[in-house]
């Protein structure tokens, strides 16, 4: 085979290895190239019957990889995104002060402590008796994507997560979304969320923008750690900073009811409303083939490996209150944001600031000069 390969041209050539341990071993950027989104691998049937260990260690392999391409996706994709909303929502946070909280201390872990995060898989649906029979016990923090469902079920969560930069994130949004329940997110976030007059929480990531952030006006407050790249994750993240022993993830797994991804209410269910016109539905993101769908579990045990808190399956029968949980919270004091020439500035001083960021943050961060 090498020999054939060898008569075609430099361009005709496709990557090909021979030696699985050799492969293993080379580094991420010499076989993958950061355009490439996704992965599929293909075993033949008859070495998969004949070499069924080497077979699951190579699908282990890549699905270990899986998290680290997306995260590289996600920032070509949405890069210039997150920073032009990091400086539209800093100039938003001066006009409206009064909306805003930012994250900027841990409590100290309470034994027996316990959050309850809500995502939007199909089984929340199944799950529905235990959260009305223990809405009151628990914190509990919904995700976006499940928030239409909890509130038709008569629920109101403690607080809402929204990560998610996209459009699509306002159609998780309903009209009728009590303006009282706080929105946990980012800088970098959807623009809807900052639109709402729900009250913000405004937590620091990992981005670099945030780390800037903290380090020139809040210097104190907590990095909230995602390795997962999963919005449970970040939830994690965030009850560890309130003080929690342990989370109950409800809404989270990876079965699916007649191919449906997430549950009912949700806002891909309107944006899939058939009478509306679209130049690509959400249909075949939420009704995957299963080969597709089995290579989401890895997050799963992604979570269970990383998670700093335990992961538990019941709630103990005397779990204490969160009623502290806002001492955590601080508004926003007089110097922030800063102005354009400040960010400018702040960032020249970074000499490990992505290039990528570095290029966009002149023009972006405009919108916080002084008006002639």
Request: with cysteine.
């Amino acid at each position: 085979m090498q020999s054939l390969l060898s008569e075609r041209s430099e361009t005709e050539i496709p990557k090909i290895f021979f030696d699985w341990k050799k492969f293993e071993s080379l580094d991420l950027r010499s076989w993958l190239s950061p355009e490439i989104r996704s992965i599929r691998v293909f075993v033949h049937p008859s070495y998969q019957r004949r070499y069924p260990e080497i077979c699951r260690e190579i699908l282990s392999f890549f699905q270990t990889r899986k998290s680290g391409s997306q995260n590289e996706a996600a920032k070509a994709e949405y890069g210039r995104l997150w920073v032009r909303n990091f400086f539209k929502h800093l100039k938003d946070v001066e006009e409206r002060r009064s909306y805003y909280k930012i994250l900027t201390h841990s409590l100290p872990t309470q034994p027996k402590r316990i959050g309850c995060f809500l995502g939007a898989s199909p089984n929340l649906e199944k799950e529905l008796d235990w959260i009305l029979a223990n809405k009151e016990k628990v914190f509990l923090l919904s995700s976006d994507t499940s928030l239409g469902f909890l509130l038709e079920s008569g629920i109101r969560p403690n607080a809402v997560l929204s990560i998610d930069s996209g459009l699509g994130t306002s159609y998780h949004f309903p009209q009728n979304v009590p303006e009282d329940i706080p929105i946990l997110t980012w800088f970098g976030g959807s623009t809807r969320i900052f639109e709402l007059k729900n009250p913000k929480i405004i937590y620091l990531s990992t981005f670099p923008l945030d780390q800037i952030l903290r380090a020139r006006f809040f210097p104190k407050a907590p990095i909230l750690e995602n390795p997962s790249l999963n919005v449970s994750g970040l939830a994690i993240s965030f009850f560890q900073n309130l003080g929690a022993e342990a989370i109950l993830l409800k809404g989270f797994g990876f079965t699916r009811e007649g191919g449906k991804t997430h549950c009912r209410a949700s806002g891909y269910e309107r944006y899939d409303r058939f009478f509306l016109n679209r130049k690509r539905s959400l249909y075949s993101a939420r009704y995957s083939p299963e080969s597709r769908w089995k290579t989401r579990t890895v997050v799963l045990d992604s979570l269970k490996s990383w998670s700093p808190i335990r992961i538990e399956t019941e709630l103990s029968a005397d779990t204490p209150s969160f009623s502290d949980w806002e001492k955590v919270l601080e508004e926003f004091h007089s110097p922030f944001p800063g102005t354009g020439k400040n960010w400018r500035s702040f960032c020249e001083q970074v000499p490990d600031l992505p290039q990528e960021i570095r290029k966009l943050v002149p023009n972006m961060s405009r919108l916080l000069d002084p008006k002639d």
